[in-house]
């Protein structure tokens, strides 16, 4: 999950093909459904991103009571309306109305905290919670921001990769060399720098000593020379979350696929290509394009049908960009990668978030 800012944003406005009294407000490629006439290209407003929590004051100042997603009817999720799809909220909430919003936009300022928005965190399923222990050594996965939110991370023509994006959970493994240790966490608990105790039943822990990603993480760091190796994959499959990519979470070994690798080497931690240091030693996800970045192509495969099964089962969630050779990015501040989300994924019907 990417992060979650509130911000001012510059807008383009665009026709809605399908209704009269509506339109579209861009920002980044996302475009939101907005009432007819309320902005103008080249003003600045306020956007919320999906995943949002808001308060019941705002959802009410903002007429949206009853009409948002979750059990409390207060999270932003995309929609189609009247046949488009709505990502995000466009408004001006009156807690702003002294802000100048095109300077805000210009800066960069982020008023989540401002307008008690906050970042929906989905519920713990038991199996992948469990007793958990301080583990400063953990390598970290990082957030992944969407290309459509910050569609100038690549720049057109660069050399590309783009792997799919499964929908499970993600495994965070690090091996300490010289502890001879290993240390097993999810996304949530690996932002907090904790690590999960090893338990039979615990999701995370089954994958490692099924798919002996442990041991492969250690032959990795006597070949590298590295302290510190860390593996990052998906746990997937029937029980794990609503799509299975044709794999049974709760059988004895579940579905996993490496999709990252980092090694601290010299004190230094990079970042390395999974099908190059880890071909043949773990399954990996899927590469399913490598060649000039284009992001109308990269949208267009981020909406085909998921290839893990090799039987094309459902919808794929979508794809992950990454440059050939890893680099800074100043748009992101830290890594260049980036997500591209499928529409459908996004607006199905009964899925799950579990991290």
Same mark, same amino acid.
């Given at each position: 999950?990417? @992060?979650?800012?509130?911000? *001012?944003?510059?807008?383009?406005?665009?026709? /809605?093909?399908?209704?009269?009294?509506?339109?579209?407000?861009?920002?980044?490629? #996302?475009?939101?459904?907005?009432?007819?006439?309320?902005?103008?290209?080249?003003?600045?407003?306020?956007?919320?991103?999906?995943?949002?929590?808001?308060?019941?004051?705002?959802?009410?100042?903002?007429?949206?009571?009853?009409?948002?997603?979750?059990?409390? *009817?207060?999270?932003?999720? +995309?929609?189609?309306?009247?046949?488009?799809?709505?990502?995000?909220?466009?408004?001006?909430?009156?807690?702003?109305?002294?802000?100048?919003?095109?300077? *805000?936009?210009?800066?960069? +300022?982020?008023?989540?905290?401002?307008?008690?928005?906050?970042?929906?965190?989905?519920?713990?399923?038991?199996?992948?919670?469990?007793? %958990?222990?301080?583990?400063?050594?953990?390598?970290?996965?990082?957030?992944?921001?969407?290309?459509?939110?910050?569609?100038?991370?690549?720049?057109?023509?660069?050399?590309?990769?783009?792997?799919?994006?499964? /929908?499970?959970? +993600?495994?965070?493994?690090?091996?300490? *060399?010289?502890?001879?240790?290993?240390?097993?966490?999810?996304?949530?608990?690996?932002?907090?720098?904790?690590?999960?105790?090893?338990?039979?039943?615990?999701?995370?822990?089954?994958?490692?000593?099924? /798919?002996?990603?442990?041991?492969? +993480?250690?032959?990795?760091?006597?070949?590298? &020379?590295?302290?510190?190796?860390?593996?990052?994959?998906?746990?997937?499959?029937?029980?794990?979350?609503?799509? @299975?990519?044709?794999?049974?979470?709760?059988?004895?070994?579940?579905?996993?696929?490496?999709?990252?690798?980092?090694?601290?080497?010299? &004190?230094?931690?990079?970042?390395?290509?999974?099908?190059?240091?880890?071909?043949?030693?773990?399954?990996?996800?899927?590469?399913?394009?490598?060649?000039?970045?284009?992001?109308? /192509?990269?949208?267009?495969?981020?909406?085909?049908?998921?290839? %893990?099964?090799?039987?094309?089962?459902?919808?794929?969630?979508?794809?992950?960009?990454?440059?050939?050779?890893?680099? #800074?990015?100043?748009?992101?501040?830290?890594?260049?990668?980036?997500?591209?989300?499928?529409?459908? #994924?996004?607006?199905?019907?009964?899925?799950?978030?579990?991290?």
């Amino acid at each position: 999950m990417s @992060t979650l800012r509130v911000t *001012a944003e510059v807008l383009t406005v665009h026709e /809605h093909p399908n209704a009269d009294a509506l339109e579209l407000a861009q920002v980044g490629l #996302y475009r939101a459904v907005v009432a007819k006439g309320a902005y103008r290209t080249g003003e600045a407003a306020v956007y919320i991103p999906e995943q949002a929590v808001l308060p019941p004051e705002l959802i009410e100042e903002l007429g949206l009571t009853g009409r948002l997603a979750g059990s409390r *009817a207060d999270r932003v999720k +995309a929609v189609r309306l009247r046949g488009e799809l709505s990502q995000g909220i466009v408004c001006r909430p009156k807690a702003l109305a002294d802000v100048d919003l095109a300077r *805000a936009a210009a800066e960069g +300022a982020d008023f989540a905290e401002l307008l008690g928005v906050t970042k929906w965190v989905p519920p713990i399923p038991p199996t992948m919670s469990g007793e %958990v222990e301080s583990a400063p050594d953990l390598l970290p996965w990082v957030d992944i921001e969407n290309i459509q939110r910050y569609p100038d991370i690549f720049t057109p023509g660069e050399p590309v990769v783009l792997t799919e994006k499964l /929908h499970g959970s +993600a495994c965070l493994l690090t091996y300490a *060399a010289d502890e001879d240790r290993v240390y097993v966490s999810s996304k949530g608990f690996g932002a907090k720098s904790l690590a999960l105790r090893e338990e039979a039943r615990n999701l995370y822990w089954r994958a490692v000593r099924g /798919h002996g990603v442990a041991e492969a +993480a250690a032959r990795l760091a006597q070949r590298l &020379g590295a302290r510190r190796v860390g593996i990052f994959g998906e746990v997937y499959g029937a029980g794990v979350q609503d799509l @299975t990519n044709g794999a049974d979470g709760r059988r004895e070994t579940l579905g996993y696929a490496a999709f990252d690798v980092s090694a601290e080497i010299d &004190g230094r931690v990079r970042w390395l290509d999974p099908a190059e240091v880890l071909d043949s030693e773990l399954p990996l996800v899927p590469r399913l394009f490598e060649g000039p970045y284009d992001i109308d /192509h990269v949208l267009e495969i981020a909406t085909g049908r998921e290839t %893990v099964s090799g039987r094309e089962l459902h919808l794929r969630e979508g794809v992950v960009i990454r440059p050939t050779t890893d680099r #800074y990015s100043p748009v992101t501040g830290g890594r260049a990668i980036a997500k591209a989300v499928s529409p459908a #994924y996004l607006t199905r019907k009964g899925g799950t978030e579990y991290e």
